[in-house]
């Protein structure tokens, strides 16, 4: 049955919000034992000091326990949620999805539960769907969550690809409201493009199909390539969500990029021509946790205090499909 609100509740708000990483920090000299690389060549190429890697724990685990934290600070009980979604490009399993086994976890028996995948735009994807379900009324109070364990697909001898990576989870809870939430949110995609940053999944394998040589599935990626699209798609989306809301960049207190690599966050700060103090940056603690790395930076950003009630705030990211966009909200 589709769960009607009231008339009055047209936007759609951020209640709360969590996040939750592994245990286990590996540094840049931790790597510099495993492969050829050092600190100084990771630091000045990425911006990344440090990155939480899991010992165990997988992607639905990570979700629950950034879930447990989003409810908690929303103060809601886990059967208010009528919708759950996770994206993430590293479930635990084909089938069930992961915001199932989430779901179960956390004791969420009246949500309609899916996964999105948009790699490292994920989040806002789902932040996007989630939203025009509660705005068309087919539900009222959504979990969002991001979560990737992305060690489990990265080839630890490939020294271009291992030391960019981090595993984590960032949730949010939205609602229906009165108040101004997510104000406008943009998204984009290009196919043609995609295989610029790829992670194969299991080839054909049937009595009808010979095998390939193929056996591995890692994370592979054109850098060059990646970073020129990455800091198009960042001033485009920003610059969207901004002309659809009728906001300027002065009105906007922060800034919270996808997390993967300094150099491209700082390109987009000169072309935007803003002081870098408005782009929130947490990439030197976690590195690149793909669809998780805007959720744990939002959080960092709400339980800081670095945003008041009523501060303008854009969420922004780009990704593997290729996929991009960004989210402009109201606290």
């Known amino acids: 049955m589709v769960k009607r609100m009231s008339k009055e509740l047209k936007n759609v708000k951020i209640l709360g919000t969590g996040r939750y990483v592994p245990e286990k920090i590996v540094t840049n000299d931790d790597l510099s034992k495993i492969v050829d690389t050092s600190d100084e060549w990771i630091y000045t190429r990425t911006g990344i000091r440090e990155r ?55 004791g969420a028996v009246n949500a309609t539960c899916f996964d999105i995948s948009a790699a490292c735009t994920g989040f806002l994807y789902a932040l996007n769907t989630a939203a025009q379900f509660i705005k068309s009324g087919q539900c009222k109070t959504a979990l969002v969550i991001g979560a990737e364990v992305l060690s489990k697909i990265l080839d630890w001898n490939d020294r271009a690809t291992c030391v960019l ?7 949010a809870i939205l609602t229906a409201s009165e108040e101004e939430g997510i104000t406008s949110i943009y998204t984009k995609s290009d196919g043609v493009k995609g295989l610029v940053l790829n992670c194969e999944a299991l080839e054909v394998r049937n009595p009808f199909t010979p095998l390939s040589e193929r056996n591995n599935s890692f994370v592979s990626m054109e850098g060059g390539e990646v970073f020129k699209f990455a800091v198009k798609a960042m001033e485009e989306s920003i610059e969207n969500v901004l002309k659809s809301s009728g906001n300027s960049i002065d009105d906007i207190k922060l800034i919270v990029p996808h997390q993967a690599n300094k150099r491209i966050i700082d390109t987009c700060v000169k072309r935007l021509k803003v002081d870098e103090s408005k782009f929130y940056v947490n990439l030197h603690n976690y590195g690149n946790t793909s669809a998780a790395s805007i959720p744990i930076a939002f959080d960092e950003v709400v339980k800081k205090g670095l945003i008041k009630r009523g501060d303008k705030v854009i969420l922004v990211g780009f990704g593997g499909g290729l996929t991009w966009g960004a989210a402009l909200i109201s606290f």
């Open 52 to 106: 939480r890697i899991s010992e165990g724990e997988n992607t639905s685990e990570l979700s629950t326990k950034a879930a447990l934290e989003a409810i908690k600070a929303s103060e809601i009980a886990a059967e208010d949620i009528d919708l759950l979604i996770v994206a993430t490009c590293t479930p635990d399993k084909f089938v069930p999805s992961t915001a199932c086994l989430v779901q179960a976890n956390i």
């Open 165 to 171: 990576f981090g595993d984590g989870a960032g949730a």
